[in-house]
């Protein structure tokens, strides 16, 4: 079974640029999270997906975050002017509905110079 | 609002000898308490959780962890550790019934490192 997979792994980008990343969840997994390590800190929820629909997202910490989840499929996060404090690991889980088992992926590594 | 707490940066320890990381955490409700690794250059992954019932819970590789409600504690243990569990430990809770069941807030992570 292929596990939650992010693309790219690492992303160099400048201050004022646009960067997307993607998560492509575990086939046949509903809930769909982002999740974001800055500077070594906690890991802090991002935003929640049920199929194509935002279920909770909170934890955004701004206008310049744009998540999507189209056809319940695969995610993306669109960082939109990216600034140096986006700089971070974002991660990705899927689960199945009404499991606590969270799946991760590797993580997309951030940086913003 | 619900919180975690893992005190230590850095855990080190030799192989064979016991290995315990610290977690305590505040929560308004009953907790759901979880503890995952991240290995190197890999995504997090599921050891154990507790929700309720015995408050020793066992889990994935050899793992346990200890629910102490009177300390709000949940410390994961090995008996014995390996040169293989060098990795970063994250304690995470869920606060029933309010959030999602994978809207977790995680600690900072703790890292261990086990010499040979």
Known sequence: EAGVTQFPSHSVIEKGQTVTLRCDPISGHDNLYWYRRVMGKEIKFLLHFVKESKQDESGMPNNRFLAERTGGTYSTLKVQPAELEDSGVYFCASSQDRIEKLFFGSGTQLSVL | ?116
Do not use: M
């Open chain 2, 1 to 116: 609002a619900q919180s975690v707490a893992q005190p230590e940066d850095q855990v080190n320890v030799a192989e064979g000898n016991p290995l315990t990381v610290k977690c305590t955490y505040s929560v308004s409700g009953n907790p759901y308490l979880f503890w995952y690794v991240q290995y190197p250059n890999r995504g997090l992954q599921f050891l154990l959780k507790y929700i309720t019932g015995d408050n020793l819970v066992k889990g994935s590789y050899g793992f346990e962890a200890e629910f102490n409600k009177s300390q709000t504690s949940f410390h994961l243990k090995k008996p014995s550790a390996l040169v293989s569990d060098s990795a970063l430990y994250f304690c995470a809770v869920r606060d029933i019934p309010t959030d999602s069941w994978g809207k977790l807030q995680f600690g900072a992570g703790t890292q261990v490192v086990v010499t040979p």
